[in-house]
């Protein structure tokens, strides 16, 4: 390739800042600052966080995922976590610690791969935005705090970050490192053991990279030089993640590893990718904010925008009304919808659920979308110098696209379009650089960078504040365990229930938690006899279900903790209105994403062989009968 060429491709990277110390101390000082705020607490003993702590602990003792007990994701966020414990010892701090250093090394990272992208005030934004949106998380991207529902989420979006930022890094130069090579060896490896959408994001970077490739540093033939360098690559990122995967197959076997992979059934209940009425109307809101932002832009610098654009003005704010009416529509859908909205639409639930990160990022998403199909389209038929300077920005929505896909026309939980959560740092990179290439684009602003740089800043802070009233709000039960004392919002059920067991059971016996639980036992340093972990969700085989009935019949516990009720809430599926309904076109799913008429037989064993001894809320305590009763 020619050197104006690659001049080309330098400027629009926009080279990286020579790396700054200074800043990374910053960031990490901030991030200590959030883990401060977050440590120790959990909301209860039950759900997605205090599971995977469990499962974590039953690694720490010598268990392996798969084969011993349900691990919905691919290993490695249970083997770092269960070796953590084994190590340290099975206490909530190391787990906290873990997550603390995980945490920040995702912000730095983010900070550290948007740089490539965005200039060095924007790329801190990003970062700080993450950060400040990660610690006012409760659930799904919780950053520096136990209450995550999978650290798996974390790691993956290391690894993947780790690849582009090694893979920017060469189509801006042309060549690769030894460090960047061992760089991207470690975050495919990181990527393709953590998370199924990191797989898919990891491969389709990998892929991308060399693609456009092509177009950039081997435009005139040289075809095998091209496929010798970036199999060798490809070959060499994954070599590890297949290694690692082939021994936990031979340990566990192919049918349950990839059967946990696949979530136990989870992954053909829904088919998010699927367009409904619904999503695709969610979709079109979801760029009308988009428009919105633009006229408020235009309106703010009505003279230029009227001196330069005219008349074309009163159709982008006609847009701008009809997309406000489309968002006022949507709304009912949301309300009904999603959990912000449990028990109603009040004015703190809507500014709550308008300032959320998938929210925010949703505009960001559809339009990052729409851009990469017209890249993807027309980056060929481009001259070179547009051609090469669009490569970064198709590479970093080529994964971004492709973890979306699980959630561009609904969920498992939700018939709403969503951002995956898993592509939260990827959209955050990509928020600046739109808005930035808006602001240059149409001159609306004399120092775009300072102004899109408060923009973030400003809802980081709002984000921020939140989670600090929140927090300070917020009373906690402090609960000593053998695993060392932790915090809980939950200050009636859960430390009545945990007393109660500690009282009734032996360190070191076994405790049957079928409440979607782990917390008691992990607090108790107690084991579990059967193989699942949670009673929801999945739909498992025959086999899956066999082996819980098997494992209590031989090892039958003392006390087993359940949700009240004849069933004990559990559910074989997702008992919501998100079927699948490929290939159908519909408005809305009107399919049960379970099936009612399956049972559980270990759930049958217990009331046959457990009765009722004490309650408290929701959760019941039974006992075994003696023998004869």
């Known amino acids: 390739m020619t050197a104006t060429a690659a001049v080309t491709v330098q400027s629009a990277a926009r080279s990286p800042m020579v790396s700054s110390r200074a800043t990374a101390a910053g960031l990490i000082l901030f991030c200590v600052a959030l883990c401060a705020l977050r440590w120790g607490k959990l909301d209860t003993l039950w759900g997605d966080s205090p599971r995977w702590i469990f499962e974590a602990y039953r690694t720490g003792s010598g268990e392996y995922p ?42 730095l990272l983010t900070w550290d791969t948007a740089r490539r992208f965005v200039p060095g005030l924007l790329a801190v934004s990003a970062a700080i935005v993450l950060a400040c949106a990660g610690v006012a998380n409760a659930a799904n991207f919780a950053l520096f705090s136990l209450q995550i529902y999978t650290p798996a989420i974390l790691l993956g979006g290391i690894g993947l970050l780790l690849v582009i930022r090694e893979m920017a890094d060469y189509l801006t130069s042309g060549s690769m490192t030894r460090a960047g090579l061992g760089w991207t060896i470690a975050g495919s490896t990181i990527g393709l053991l953590s998370k199924p959408e990191f797989i898919v994001g990891v491969l389709g970077c990998l892929v991308a990279t060399a693609l456009l490739d092509r177009y950039i540093w081997f435009p005139c033939g040289a075809r095998a030089g091209w496929a010798w360098r970036h199999g060798r690559v ?16 031979a340990l566990c076997g192919a049918h349950r590893v990839f059967s946990a992979i696949g979530g136990y059934g989870t992954a053909a209940l829904t088919c998010p990718w699927w367009p409904t009425g619904l999503g695709v109307f969610g979709a079109l809101v979801a760029v009308g904010y988009g428009v919105i932002a633009v006229a408020v832009c235009c309106l703010l610098q009505f003279r230029r925008s009227w001196a330069r654009y005219g008349k074309m003005n009163i159709l982008l704010w006609s847009g701008a009304l009809l ?24 004015p703190f639930r809507i500014v709550s659920f308008f300032l959320s990160t998938g929210t925010v990022l949703l505009p960001v998403m559809w339009i990052g979308i729409l851009l990469w199909v017209a890249l993807i389209f027309g980056i060929a038929r481009m001259p070179e110098r547009r051609r090469t300077a669009h490569s970064l920005l198709t590479l970093l929505l ?16 939700s018939q709403l379009t969503q951002v995956s959560m898993a592509a939260y740092p990827l959209w955050l990179i990509v928020w600046p650089y739109l808005m930035l290439w808006f602001l240059r684009k149409f001159e609306f602003s004399r120092h775009p960078t300072v102004a899109i740089s408060a923009i973030l800043l400003a809802y980081g802070a709002l984000r921020l504040m939140g989670a600090v009233v929140t927090e300070t709000a917020t009373q906690y039960a402090r609960l000593d365990t053998d695993a060392g004392t932790i915090r809980l919002r939950d200050t009636q059920v859960a430390p009545k229930v945990f007393a109660y067991v500690m009282t009734h059971t032996d360190r070191g016996e076994p405790l049957l938690d079928v ?21 929801t969700a999945f739909e498992p085989d025959a086999n899956h279900l066999n082996t819980d009935l098997v494992r209590i019949e031989k090892n039958p516990p003392r006390l087993v903790i359940a949700n009240a009720g004849a069933n004990f809430q559990a559910t074989y599926g997702l008992c919501m209105n998100t079927g699948c309904t490929f290939p159908a076109l519909v408005w809305r799913s009107s399919r049960l994403a379970c099936d009612p008429t399956r049972t559980f037989p270990v759930l049958d064993y217990i ?9 408290f809320g929701e959760k019941v305590i039974y006992a075994r009968k003696a023998a004869g009763e």
Not at 73 to 93: C, H, I
């Open 607 to 615: 009331r046959s062989h457990y009765q009722q001894v004490a309650r």
């Open 398 to 413: 080529t994964p971004a696209f492709l973890i979306s896909l699980r959630g561009l026309f609904g969920g498992t939980m």
């Open 66 to 107: 798969y084969r011993d007990f349900t691990w919905q994701y691919p290993p490695l966020a249970n083997l770092l976590s269960g070796a953590v414990l084994s190590v340290v010892g099975a206490k909530f701090a190391a787990l906290q610690g873990l997550l603390d250093i995980i945490g920040v090394s995702l912000v």
């Open 234 to 249: 490809f070959l060499l990122a994954t070599a590890p993640a297949i290694a690692a995967y082939a021994a936990i197959v």
């Open 515 to 535: 409440a979607d639980g782990g917390g008691v036992n992990f607090g108790g340093h107690r084991a579990s006899p059967i193989f699942s972990t949670q009673f």
């Open 323 to 346: 997309s406000a009416a489309a968002g006022v529509a949507y709304l009912p859908y949301c309300v009904a919808e999603l959990p912000v909205f449990s028990g109603g639409a009040t």
